[in-house]
């Protein structure tokens, strides 16, 4: 079955939105979660991102005897402490087995105490860099131990298992453990760092430079009830409607509580005097208890130990397991009752509590971003992405793959600014904003500096991707979002597949796909622009026109798109438009340039070794040159008679004939040496000509 998500951030925003504006703000976010619970033996996939699903989740076909600990990596790979030893699994969804050992807490060279395996690594966790974190045992005290592939060497190596390890910080027991990093490092008063509960009872904070631990809340400040522990904790970062970010430790108590703390600086981070950092009293938030269904479907197993764990995600949900009653919950941020003086709280989001069955008490539960497509099942038709009720948000269909490669992770990023144009730039258009009077119909949007670091891990080197001035975000905000797809390593796909984006399931800010009214230029220029940008392959455009990795117009009829094989399932930025410029001529210049722009692409690209293989003969190289200047200049002479308001437009049939015939012959184009794909570059890029000129531009002049 195909794992769906539900985009419910921006609803989740709007309650966000209630939390006054402070702290620091924001860049884009990302906004899709995939989640997995477990306990001693099994993993399970549990489908929170899925409004249509058909099962609440599936269990992985992992073999374990003495999970203790479990992490979803950035790169889709599962971590787990299986007794004293460190397992990963690369593929989940797929995987059988024990997985493939990594490290073990009995390593010599470690020095662990051993004695009570229990208490040897009580913890484990690992962060968007693919470090693992590891609570050890060390005579009467704890050590972070940091664990890092032998490519990336932190340390003193590990034999066997490629690992290197380093000792950090040491502390009381902590049996949780969850990182600070990326974006939300930069957003937290304490940076990036490891978050800890110490002793069953208090909230630490391990800083990444291996400071001493420090206690952010202690047991007695939780005002907890005799017997009641601390079990577990997550980070809540909680946007409001201006941007600002506000930071919530959330934890979960051996009563099924959850209780919140507020921590922040004042003066806020970066004024002097330096910040002190401010910890607000605790507040309860949620209580799983209260929540179990009153007609539990499976009936709660007393003999269980309680035990409820807690975990944030990046569509601003938290997800908390009940072990005693096989639940799992995914709860959303809600206002107080009228007069309450908390922040927030917590509620289940609709129907998202999800009964695991006696079989599967829960243990824990782990959250990354983004979520897995597995292509294999779009060969079809698929829907890739849904909304919170279930309407489809984003389609895909003749999907033909190559090779056993199958999977890409698919994130989705909100609130992209567009600095050319946004009135008032924020923090994050810092030296890409125009000087005063610069023209911003003639600028180019450089995205990669906005992208959220769960995408610039995975892309390392990633080059300045170019959304062109042909094309910007919309008023009045000027803001845009993006998919970007991560495919697995040695994806390859067999032609052209199409991707079908429904925006208005995605965006409450968009142009309709279809003006049943539209009568004037304006009216024709107001549609919702798709793009992709390729951060592997070159396209024409770029500033001086030259080649980069710049924006390709992706929009084939009403919210459909093509999109290209190898190296193009990448950035496709959307609710944009064409840029209002060129008066009653934008969307003729905008036809005419995408004709130059595919000419560019047959004589830089199709017909060069610009990619390391020269896709098309000479002979056929020529053949379309000449067949492409022949459309053209029919183009020419069809853009005069529109603009000159000719009642008969005689040459837009000529230039409609040898387009087609363009078409026809681009159509019938194969090649055996083509690694970016430009063969298919060529096709959809007639395609798109096509549906401007006669979705927009004919309908904009002719009667």
Known sequence: MMRLVSVTARAVFAAGALIAASGVFAQSSQTLDRTAVFNRTKVLDTHFNDAARLDDFSVLGITATGLTHCQLAIDNALYCLDGLVIRNWLDPESATGAGTPIASCTDTKLGLDTNKPADTCPAMTVDQTGAVWLMGKKGNSYTLIKLTPNAACDGTPLAPGGYCFKFGATSGRVADITPIDGEASTLFPLGRGTLGVQAGADLVFFAAAGTPVRVLVTGRTWNLASQETVQAATLLQLKSGTGAVRNFAV????????????????????????????????????????????????????????????????????????????????????????????????????????????????????????????????????????????????????????????????????????????????????????????????????????????????FPSLPPLLLSPRYRALPPGFTFDAFFFKPEQGLKFNGKFAAEYFVENLTPNFHACENSNAQTIEDHRKFGVVTTISETWLTVGAPGGGLGNVAMLLNTGCGSTTTLKPGRLSLFPFNLEPTPRDGDRVLINLLTSLSDDWEATRDQLACSTRDGARPLSTTVCNSLRSAWANMDSKLEKCVQDLTTNSNTAANCNSFQIQFGSLQTTVGKLTSTTDPANRVAELQVRLSVMEDLYYRRVKPSYLP
């Not at 922040?264 to 209260?290: K, Q, R, Y």
């Not at 998202?352 to 824990?364: A, C, E, M, R, V």
């Not at 990023?413 to 258009?429: G, H, Q």
Request: proline content about 11%; some cysteine.
């Open 251 to 458: 934890v979960s108590t051996s009563s099924g509580r959850a209780l919140a703390v507020e921590i922040s600086t004042t003066p806020p981070a970066g004024t002097v005097p330096p910040a002190t950092l401010v910890v607000s009293a605790p507040f309860a938030v949620f209580n799983a208890v209260a929540a179990r269904p009153a007609s539990m479907p499976t009936p709660c197993n007393n003999t269980l130990a309680p035990q409820f764990a807690i975990r944030a995600g990046k569509s601003q949900h938290i997800y908390l397991t009940d072990r005693a009653c096989h639940l799992a919950h995914a709860l959303k941020v809600t206002a107080p009752p009228s007069g309450d003086p908390r922040p927030f709280v917590l509620a289940v989001d609709g129907d998202l509590t999800f009964d695991l069955t006696s079989t599967y008490p829960p243990d824990g539960v782990t959250v990354a971003p983004g979520i897995v497509v597995n292509l294999a099942e779009c060969a079809g038709e698929c829907t890739a992405l849904s909304n919170g009720a279930g309407e489809a948000a984003l389609k895909l269909s003749g999907v033909s793959l190559v090779g056993a490669a199958d999977k890409a992770t698919l994130f989705l990023l909100e609130d992209l600014v567009d600095c050319r144009w946004v009135p008032n730039p924020p923090a994050v258009c810092a030296g890409t904003s125009l000087p005063a009077g610069a023209d911003p119909t003639e600028q180019y949007l450089n995205i990669t500096p906005q992208l959220p670091s769960e995408i610039r891990v995975l």
